[in-house]
């Protein structure tokens, strides 16, 4: 609906008439009626900029159901963005395929963390919801994030094989922080050094 009013205007009329409504082009200089162009809604560097942060900020934060509304928005709109170089087009399709990683991770947890309010006994579906998450393709650190909770997850359910599965993976990241190669349980280390 942005789109579709950004590319309008309304100019009132005489009092007794209804508004008239035009078409905004994109390259008013034309003439020729095949070769005008809508105007465009949303930009591919305004959405990179400042949605695309916004929504990473939320992950960080851990606030999973506005980030993942977020990311949703910015699917949305890259539907309705205009590439104007093939760079910036191959661009637009990794974002589409970075937002499409999001959505279904977040989606997870999210669902995870609603069946451990809501029903704490599907313990094993809880589990399984943590370890699909730390398989999406997120950022470096996101995908730390994911394992960290992962680990925890599957700590305090007694499974310390797995946890030790997901605490290695989280060492072979080789996160920037220390401190996250320190909050690594001593039961995950024993399980994985022997």
């Known amino acids: ?3 579709y009013q950004g590319a309008h205007v ?4 005489n009092p007794s008439l209804p508004a008239l409504t035009f078409n905004v082009r994109r390259n008013p200089e034309t003439t020729e009626l095949r070769e005008v162009l809508p105007a465009v809604a949303f930009e591919y560097e305004d959405l990179k900029s400042t949605e695309l942060a916004e ?7 851990g606030k999973f159901a506005e980030s993942l509304a977020a990311y949703r928005t910015i699917l949305q709109k890259l539907l309705l ?3 104007s170089t093939q760079e910036q087009a191959d661009e637009i ?3 589409v395929v970075t937002c499409r990683e999001y959505i279904i991770g977040l989606t997870m947890e ?5 069946i451990v309010a809501e029903e704490p006994e599907k313990i094993a579906r809880s589990l399984e919801l943590a370890a699909y998450f730390t398989h999406c393709g997120l950022g470096a650190a996101h995908v730390q994030l994911a394992l960290r909770s992962a680990m925890n997850v ?3 359910a007694g499974n310390t094989a797995t946890a030790a599965v997901f605490a290695r993976r989280l060492i072979d990241s080789n996160p920037s922080d220390t401190k996250v190669i320190t909050q690594v349980s001593w039961s995950d280390c024993v399980e994985l050094f022997g």
């Open 10 to 13: 309304s100019v009132p009329a």
């Open 154 to 156: 599957f700590s305090k």
């Open 81 to 83: 963005v205009v590439a």
């Open 1 to 3: 609906m942005d789109a």
């Open 55 to 61: 929504a990473s900020r939320f992950f960080s934060r």
């Open 93 to 95: 399709k990794e974002l």
């Open 110 to 114: 999210t669902e995870r963390r609603k």
